[in-house]
C-alpha cells in the first residue's frame, strides 16, 4: 500500500526556520518525482514545489524561490522542504504528493501538515 | 488572482450533470495537459482526471475531462450528494516553470 506521511509542521515566529519530511512507503520512491503542494485556511490549492526522481531537475513557485528548498533521499524514502524566512502567508496544511500519472497526475497524496507562521 | 481562472461557484441537484470550467492560456492549458482535483475539507486532495481526460483506477465514470484550446472542462453525471466538494484543475505553465491549480470551484448539491 502506497503511504505518504508528513512530518515536522508546527508554529514558527516570522523569521523563522521549519523542516518537513514526507516518509514514503509501498512503493519504489527512487522512480517518481515528487511535489509539495499548500492550502492555506480558507484558500484554494497552490503549488509549491517540484523536484525530479534523481534530484537533479527542480522548481519552486515565485512565492517560495529563495526562501525554501526541495530535496530528497532515495535511500531513505524521504523527501523533505526546508523553510526559511517564513512569513504569515506561508501559514497552510503542506501536503507532499507523488507525480505518478503523466501530466502532473499527483496520484497519492500525504494526510497533511500544518505549519502556523505567527508571533 | 490565479493565471487559471475557474467560476468560485456550481451547484445542481442529485442525478443532474454539472460542468466546471477552467480558463488558461497558450503557456498553460493551451499547451500543456490539464489534472483535476476533488478536495473534501480536512482531507488530501483526490485526482480524478489526469492528461485532461484519463480516470485514475477507482474514480466513477461519472467523472469526464476535456480540453478545448485554452479551456478545459470537468463534467460529473449523475450527481451525488457526496460529490459536493471543491474542485481545482491544473497545468503546467511553460513562461512560469511552475504548475498552475485554478481557483477552485465549490459544488453545491440542492
Known amino acids: 500500500e502506497v503511504q505518504l506521511v508528513e512530518s515536522g509542521g508546527g508554529l514558527v515566529q516570522p523569521g523563522g526556520s521549519l523542516r518537513l519530511s514526507c516518509a514514503a512507503s509501498g512503493f519504489t520512491f527512487s522512480s517518481y518525482e515528487m511535489n509539495w503542494v499548500r492550502q492555506a485556511p480558507g484558500k484554494g490549492l497552490e503549488w509549491v514545489s517540484y523536484?525530479?526522481?534523481?534530484?537533479?531537475?527542480?522548481h519552486y513557485a515565485n512565492s517560495v524561490k529563495g526562501r525554501f528548498t526541495i530535496s530528497r533521499d532515495n535511500a531513505k524514502n524521504s523527501l523533505y522542504l526546508q523553510m526559511n524566512s517564513l512569513r504569515a502567508e506561508d501559514t497552510a496544511v503542506y501536503y507532499c504528493a507523488r507525480d505518478g500519472l503523466r501530466g502532473f497526475g499527483f496520484d497519492y497524496w500525504g494526510q497533511g501538515v500544518l505549519v502556523t507562521v505567527s508571533s | 488572482q490565479s493565471v487559471v481562472t475557474q467560476s468560485p461557484s456550481a451547484s445542481g441537484t442529485p442525478g443532474q450533470r454539472v460542468t466546471i470550467s477552467c480558463s488558461g492560456s497558450?503557456?498553460?492549458?493551451?499547451?500543456?495537459?490539464v489534472s483535476w482535483y476533488q478536495k473534501l475539507p480536512g482531507t488530501a486532495p483526490k485526482l480524478l482526471i489526469y492528461?485532461?481526460?484519463q480516470r485514475p483506477s477507482g474514480v466513477p465514470d461519472r467523472f469526464s475531462g476535456s480540453k478545448s484550446g485554452t479551456s478545459a472542462s470537468l463534467a460529473i453525471s449523475g450527481l451525488r450528494s457526496e460529490d459536493e466538494a471543491d474542485y481545482y484543475c491544473a497545468a503546467w505553465d511553460d513562461s512560469l516553470s511552475a504548475l498552475v491549480f485554478g481557483g477552485g470551484t465549490k459544488l453545491t448539491v440542492l
Open positions: 497558450s503557456s498553460n492549458i493551451g499547451s500543456n495537459f
Open positions: 523536484i525530479h526522481n534523481s534530484g537533479n531537475n527542480i
Open positions: 492528461t485532461n481526460n
